[in-house]
């Protein structure tokens, strides 16, 4: 009998031994049955070590890299897949049980298909769960390149939530260390889709975790670091799309940038209501380098004014920080064209 | 085991092959021995000849030349990491980066290789070149600084910010060892290797300076003015991520948060030589973006003489002649600290 192809899950892992157990749990636990597991300490402080090595009996390996390594440290983890397929499960995310079973068989059935993504919900830092509406409104596989222009504009999923087949993997270059490390994922699966085709399973194959209160969100966010990374990002997008001749990737650039200068506007408002006037200046000018047009928009005039009369208690906006507001995103997309639905596959 | 070579020239190609001629000849009329340098073209799927060029130099200099051939076209930050792929049993000692058309001039590799060999601590030589326009004319750059010197990288890091705004410069690298390629990737995909602010990283080491010009680039404007300035803020960005987000009240602390608005002034006033230049191109919608990205780096811009003059100038739609000059300073004296030769 033929033997099944061997998984890899690769845990990326620095100081989240409060989340390891149940993470090297999810992936112990899949129903799928060649599975390996191999967690890549990124040089933690804390006991993490002391958490996986419960488990080196069932065959978990721990690498502990020397120092922190930051982005460079998706080298190692690319180097570390033997399997013929893998799943990145980040140290404080959760596998559902059947997901690697479920998105291995269309990779087997379809070996076109370079990877798979399944769906989410949030988990707090408490454990409490958040659900999510599903990105699509079935489960489908499509060409690559029709998936394509979606990934300029959202990212679907996060790591947990992609079975990756190796190959397809490898001829997409593995992971690009010198992405935004925060649109890393997003970078993956536009590669991914440049080299293969595409699955999305719409069931719940994964918790993501997402503390009510996001430092790393508020950083990247008050250092004006995301506004220049996302736009770095789009048009990464478009040069790729400019080098492998993708003219609905190109169009698509300045949707998406205008998207989210209009996403700004809200961190304008925030940082305007906290009077701090110079970083809302600094967001506000953005808005106006990514989007011309929105200099006739009424709420961009009247965050303007406001900015030049500093009345920026007057201001009216919810904060960033809370999690929970995706919840209330409204999603259930039709698949891009083409697709073929696949509910009888799953 | 296998040869170490002295000198590895990496030059990048995406079809340019009119213009392979001009650095092969910069290179095979260098006062360095043959024997000792290798030439390895790393081709990004060129359509126009330019690899059929390449082959043929191949032939010609079976032992100096090399090439790989991507498949399909790639970006220059992973053409960077396939080179150094490439070249893991190729060990060698030093290194340039080169694009078609770039010229050193011959005693360079013999000057800097002379330079790395007397100062074990030097990582890196840079040196002064002419830019070359489309007409082929040569434009001669004021140096940076009055005199030779070697800079401690880690202490003078603000240096790389402060002065030779918008200059550009050639390196000769030591070694190409893996460590240190992942940062020349990291300056790849951000910083123009050919800018004087990309010589701060990685921030760590020494590097010489020579105040001669000893080669030229060709002048290379960017297709996408704002992604270029975009993708250097992101490259700062990034670089002072720590910086900006760990408050503490340190001397070091200072010195960094000091070193980071220079940083992200210089990269202001690269936006704002960007909107002189389309003077020439009459883009003025560009050079009012220009400005708004300067403001957004550097808030304290408006109040710089450039930036007043540039905005009257785009208003009042009247020259810009004169204004550059207050950007882009002469040369100035090396900080106490370098060693001077």
């Known amino acids: ?346 | 085991m296998f040869k170490t070579y002295s000198v590895f020239f990496i030059v990048f190609v995406d079809n340019e092959a009119e213009l392979i001629d001009d650095t092969m000849k910069g290179i095979l009329g260098q006062t360095y021995p043959r024997s000792e340098m290798r030439v390895l073209f790393m081709d990004n799927a060129s359509k126009d000849g330019s690899y059929e060029k390449i082959l043929d130099y191949i032939q010609e200099y079976p032992s100096l030349v090399s090439v790989y051939r991507m498949d399909r076209p790639t970006k220059p930050a992973r053409l960077l990491k396939q080179a150094s792929n490439y070249l893991r049993f190729s060990p060698v000692h030093f290194s340039m980066f080169l694009h078609p058309g770039d010229r050193v001039y011959s005693g360079f590799i013999e000057k800097a290789i002379g330079l790395m060999h007397m100062n074990g601590e030097i990582e890196a030589v840079y040196s002064n070149i002419d830019i070359c326009h489309t007409d082929k004319s040569l434009e001669k750059q004021e140096a940076i600084f009055t005199d030779n010197c070697i800079i401690d990288k880690e202490v003078n890091y603000g240096l790389f910010f402060n002065t030779g705004i918008g200059a550009k410069v050639q390196a000769m690298f030591r070694g190409l060892q893996p460590g240190a390629l992942e940062r020349l990737v990291d300056m790849e995909k951000r910083i123009d290797r050919n800018d004087w602010m990309g010589a701060a990283f990685p921030s760590e080491g020494k590097i010489a300076y020579l105040t001669e010009s000893f080669g030229y680039m060709m002048e290379r404007v960017p297709d996408d003015v704002m992604f270029d300035l975009m993708t250097k803020a992101y490259s700062l960005k990034s670089q002072f991520y720590m910086t900006e987000t760990v408050a503490n009240y340190t001397e070091r602390q200072k010195k960094d948060w000091a070193d980071m608005e220079a940083a992200y002034k210089c990269i202001a006033e690269n936006a704002l030589l960007h909107a002189i230049r389309t003077e020439e191109t009459g883009d003025i919608r560009l050079a009012e973006q220009c400005l708004m990205f300067a403001e957004m780096m550097c808030l304290d811009i408006v109040q710089d003489e450039a930036y007043i003059l540039i905005k009257k100038a785009i208003e009042n739609e009247t020259s810009m002649q004169g204004i550059r000059e207050k950007i882009v300073k002469g040369s100035v004296e090396p900080p106490r600290d370098c060693f001077i030769f």
Request: proline content about 3%; aromatic content about 12%; glycine content about 4%.
């Open chain 1, 1 to 346: 009998m033929k033997r099944k192809p061997l998984v890899s899950i690769i845990i990326p892992n620095y100081n989240h031994s409060m989340y390891l157990d149940q993470s090297i749990n999810s992936a112990l636990n899949q129903t799928y049955s060649n599975i390996e597991v191999i967690v890549n300490d990124n040089a933690s402080s804390d006991n993490s070590i002391a958490v996986v090595k419960k488990y080196i009996d069932q065959g978990v390996v721990v690498n502990k890299n020397p120092q922190n390594i930051y982005n460079f440290n998706y080298d190692i983890l690319d180097d570390s897949v033997s399997g013929e397929y893998f799943v990145l499960l980040c140290a404080d995310d959760i596998l559902k049980s059947d997901f690697v079973e479920k998105a291995v068989r269309i990779m087997e059935e379809y070996p076109e298909i370079g990877f798979v993504h399944g769906e989410r919900d949030y988990i707090d830092e408490h454990g409490r769960i958040t659900e999510l509406d599903p990105f699509f409104n079935c489960s489908f596989r499509v060409n690559g390149e029709e998936i394509l222009p979606i990934f300029t504009l959202t990212d679907i999923g996060q790591s947990a939530q992609a079975v990756i087949r190796t190959s397809a993997f490898v001829r997409a270059g593995k992971h690009d260390t010198q992405s935004d490390h925060l649109n890393i994922d997003r970078e993956q699966w536009f590669r991914l889709a440049m080299v293969s085709d595409y699955a999305y399973i719409r069931e719940k194959m994964a918790l993501i975790r997402m503390p009510e209160t996001t430092s790393e969100t508020s950083r990247i966010i008050e250092t004006f670091y995301h506004p220049i990374a996302l736009y770095h990002t789009a048009k990464s997008f478009e040069e790729w799309a400019k080098l492998n001749d993708y003219p609905r990737v190109s169009e698509r650039i300045e949707v998406a940038i205008k998207r989210f200068a209009k996403e700004c506007l809200g961190f304008a408002k925030v940082f305007l209501k906290r009077e701090n006037y110079e970083l809302a200046k600094r967001y506000l000018l953005f808005i106006r380098f990514a989007d011309r047009g929105i200099i006739s928009d009424e709420e961009y005039q009247k965050c303007w004014t406001i900015l030049q009369e500093k009345r920026g208690a007057s201001v009216e906006v919810d904060e960033y920080k809370k999690s929970s507001n995706y919840a209330f995103r409204k999603r259930n997309y039709e698949p891009p064209e083409n697709y073929v639905l696949m509910e009888d596959t799953i």
